[in-house]
């Protein structure tokens, strides 16, 4: 059937306020016959309706396409006219889109869209889709910051990854008094190094707690900053395993701090400007193969496993297992032993984890006494046994799986709907 083959974006960028960020959508006919179809496109979006601009391009030029609210009562999500697509029997074909924002938006760090082919069958059955475009999300147009991160997924673990900042000061102004602050979202602070090239050199950032899950850093003392103020900052951030357990918010801001004594915090003042991005992180990835339902008493066998697929070394590390929902530890006992061996199963003991309610932490054992080679993976037989169970607690086992350091800090992220948990059934007889 016709299908979606790619969806590649022209421009890697969009400005709010700014031209418009190009795309291009690849799909293929491999029948014999023509096909008529159509490209729409979903999103979610916060303001008008009309004030999202998207366009497709034929011989006849730029065409723009309608947006509606998918539902009236809630709009919180828009789709589009059909662009047509023609296809020839055996041809692929690239249709060339572009979109455009308001200078008034700003929900987020990228602007993205959902894309499918309709072939004009009611029930979709035949339908293809796939995810994009997606852009990163500039500032809006006037705004005196902007922060530049590299594309390519950076592993932590590795080299330092460069990265540079600007500040134009377009506001007409002259400031007595600025401040700059660099943010870093869900990070380890122990575990991170971010450092500034200025003099000739690189020069290490204190930094410091802005709340209770992101960390601050000022490249330069607050000082004057006059009109048309212009400067690039180099920084290098260093990724060590601990530091992130999943792709990382970047912040750049410009503060007024003019009114502001000595005493006050160095991240108050009125916010001129800030700038977001995300850096795109390799971890390693862990998985849970488990049965879908249990009955009590009786036994889950999970298979658990991970793999550095980091592209560098780490240090020694093993699986940890977070089994929710058992009210005590009387409830169960994990035995384990290596995937495909005859060895007796080993029992582990359960822990009481320290910010869950009736959850239980587990740890297996590190599949290398010594660093984690890149490639490197193991797979666990995980064996749950359930003795007892009460349904008006639960009637779901949840097992969450985590890569850590030896000391038990975390080294990947265990995402709702990943392939990090597992959901199962339980029943009682």
């Not at 008529?36 to 496109?41: K, N, T, V």
């Not at 572009?98 to 029930?123: C, E, I, K, M, Q």
């Not at 800090?409 to 059934?425: F, K, N």
């Amino acid at each position: 059937m016709p299908r979606i083959v790619a969806i590649r974006n022209e421009d890697c960028e969009l400005t709010p306020g700014g031209p418009p960020a190009r795309f291009g959508v690849e799909v293929t006919n491999p029948t014999g016959r023509a096909v008529r179809a159509g490209l729409s496109f979903t999103l979610p979006w916060g303001l008008k309706a009309d004030e999202l601009r998207l366009e497709y391009h034929d011989d006849a030029g730029w065409h723009r396409l309608t947006m509606t609210w998918i539902s009236e009562d809630e709009p919180e999500a828009l789709h589009s006219e059909l662009a047509p697509v023609r296809l020839r029997p055996h041809e692929t074909r690239t249709s060339r889109l572009r979109v455009a924002v308001p200078r008034t938006y700003h929900d987020g760090v990228n602007f993205w869209a959902r894309t499918r082919l309709d072939l004009g069958d009611p029930s979709h059955r035949d339908d293809s889709s796939a995810p994009g475009p997606v852009f990163a999300l500039n500032p809006p147009v006037g705004t005196p910051v902007n922060l530049t991160l590299p594309e390519r997924r950076v592993p932590v673990g590795g080299a330092p990854v460069e990265f540079t900042a600007t500040v134009d000061n377009t506001t007409g102004r002259s400031y007595r008094r600025a401040g700059l602050d660099l943010g870093i979202d869900f990070a380890a602070a122990d575990h991170l190094r971010l450092e500034v090239f200025r003099g000739g050199g690189w020069h290490r950032l204190t930094l410091r707690a802005a709340d209770d899950h992101s960390v601050l850093a000022s490249p330069t003392a607050d000082a004057a900053m006059p009109a048309g103020y212009h400067h690039t900052y180099r920084f290098r951030l260093t990724l060590r395993p601990g530091s992130v357990q999943n792709d990382k918010l970047l912040s750049f801001s410009l503060r007024d701090r003019t009114r502001f004594g000595s005493g006050a915090l160095t991240s108050e003042g009125a916010d001129l400007g800030t700038a977001y991005r995300k850096l795109h992180v390799l971890l390693p990835t862990v998985h849970i193969r488990t049965p879908e339902a249990v009955t009590v008493p009786g036994s889950a066998n999970l298979t658990v496993g991970f793999v550095n697929d980091t592209s560098v070394s780490l240090p020694p590390v093993h699986v940890r297992l977070t089994v929710t929902n058992p009210a005590s530890r009387a409830w169960f006992t994990v035995r384990t032993r290596r995937s495909g061996s005859t060895a007796l199963w080993r029992k582990l003991p359960a822990h009481a984890a320290p910010d869950g309610f009736h959850a239980w932490t587990v740890d297996l054992p590190a599949p290398r006494d010594g660093s984690t080679p890149a490639g490197f993976g193991a797979d666990d037989e995980v064996r749950i046994q359930l003795s007892t169970w009460d349904l008006e607690v639960a009637n779901m086992l949840h097992v969450a799986a985590q890569v850590v350091l030896a000391d038990g800090t975390p080294v990947s992220a265990s995402t709702e709907g990943d392939t990090e948990h597992a959901y199962i059934g339980v029943s009682t007889r």
